[in-house]
Nanobody, 124 residues
Framework: QLQLVESGGGLVQPGGSLRLSCQAS????????VGWFRQAPGKGREGISC????????FYADSMEGRFTISRDNTKNAVYLQMTSLKPEASDAYHC?????????????????WGEGTQVPVSA
């Protein structure tokens, strides 16, 4: 059974950078599109980005394109999210998620299975 574990979160100052990791176990990510979304307590989810099995990238939020970079390493069964120029409003729990498809879904709600998340507080 596929399990996803996010890591790399932690306190970062506004304008700072952080790299999140998502390690999969129990199944290979080779046949899944994988993405990230974020969610603050009491708020809805916000899709960030997705990478297909052929490394095609889709962004679900225009505001993050150019500052966030998603990548995958199938040899390590992992996916990463590099974040730069972080703003206080980006303080959320960040989750990686998979879609049972090779290509990224048009909407991030197509990412149907996710991990427990890693916290990213952005504060001075």
């Amino acid at each position: 059974q596929l399990q996803l574990v996010e890591s790399g979160g932690g306190l970062v100052q506004p304008g700072g950078s952080l790299r999140l990791s998502c390690q999969a176990s129990g199944s290979s990510l080779d046949n899944y599109a994988v993405g990230w979304f974020r969610q603050a307590p009491g708020k809805g989810r916000e899709g960030i980005s997705c990478v297909s099995t052929s490394d095609e990238v889709r962004f679900y939020a225009d505001s993050m394109e150019g500052r966030f970079t998603i990548s995958r390493d199938n040899t390590k069964n992992a996916v990463y999210l590099q974040m730069t120029s972080l703003k206080p409003e980006a303080s959320d729990a960040y989750h990686c998620a998979v879609a049972p498809t090779l290509r990224c879904p048009a909407n991030f709600y197509g990412l149907g299975y996710w991990g427990e998340g890693t916290q990213v507080p952005v504060s001075a």
